[in-house]
């Protein structure tokens, strides 16, 4: 089952910084934080993942509370490109006996819909 | 590089027949994974190769599947006897150990009738 929790559906306007939220009260130690999207008819694309300290990429920034159990996906120009289904999911890394696993758990994500 | 690619992209096939899909990862990547999505789900995890060795399988992977990666390039997913429940797009995704994300193919979108 997944391990995080975010609301199913957030409209945006274009141009406007779309802030997308996810609770992972349960996540461990060693667990990182991770976002992909899909965006209709396409696989999954990787987005930005962090550990504990916020993360910024040329697509997003990452800013995860201190006591790790949410984070939010933040980007900051919104357009109409970023409509997609945004998933975020949570992930030990190293696999087998080192403790992680390397499949990656999808809840159902939330759809963000940009708005011109 | 192109990135993955899966083909087909569209398979429609009849109830009990056998399919095969292929899957060409981003050439260096030593890992591939297969994963499974039905309507309104997310992706849901298959399998996964380390060069040929296939490390890890979900048990969603019943013996009527089977993948196989023979020379850690290319992988193949065959589907034996199929069922509508079938019916899904299948994902396959690559990457470099230790990396941080993957990289998906479009899919193959498959219709069991």
């Known amino acids: 089952d997944a391990k995080t929790t975010q609301p199913p559906s957030m409209d945006c306007a274009e141009g406007r910084a779309a802030n997308l939220p996810c609770n992972h009260s349960?996540?461990?130690?060693?667990?990182?934080v991770y976002w992909y999207r899909q965006i209709h008819s396409q696989g999954p694309q990787y987005i930005i993942h962090g550990l504990k300290n916020n993360e910024t990429n040329e697509m997003a920034s990452l800013i995860i509370t201190e006591d790790r159990k949410s984070s939010t996906l933040i980007l900051p120009h919104a357009t109409l490109r970023d409509t997609a289904v945004y998933y975020c999911?949570?992930?030990?890394?190293?696999?087998?006996?080192?403790?992680?696993?390397?499949?990656?758990?999808f809840g159902k994500g939330m759809k963000l819909t940009v708005n011109p | 590089d192109t990135g993955v690619s899966q083909n087909p992209r569209h398979k429609i096939t009849k109830r009990g027949q056998n399919v095969t899909f292929r899957c060409d990862p981003i050439s260096e990547h030593n890992r591939l994974y297969w994963y499974r999505q039905t309507l309104g789900q997310g992706p849901e995890f298959l399998t996964y190769?380390?060069?040929?060795?296939?490390?890890?399988k979900s048990r969603l992977l019943s013996d009527r599947f089977s993948a196989e990666r023979p020379k850690g390039s290319f992988s193949t997913l065959e589907i034996q006897r199929t069922e509508q429940g079938d019916s899904a797009m299948y994902l396959c995704a690559s990457s470099l150990q230790g990396a941080k994300g993957y990289t998906f193919g479009s899919g193959t979108r498959l219709t069991v009738v």
């Open positions: 999911i949570v992930r030990s890394l190293g696999s087998g006996g080192q403790g992680g696993s390397e499949k990656l758990v």
């Open positions: 190769f380390q060069n040929e060795a296939q490390l890890e």
């Open positions: 349960t996540i461990s130690g060693n667990e990182y």
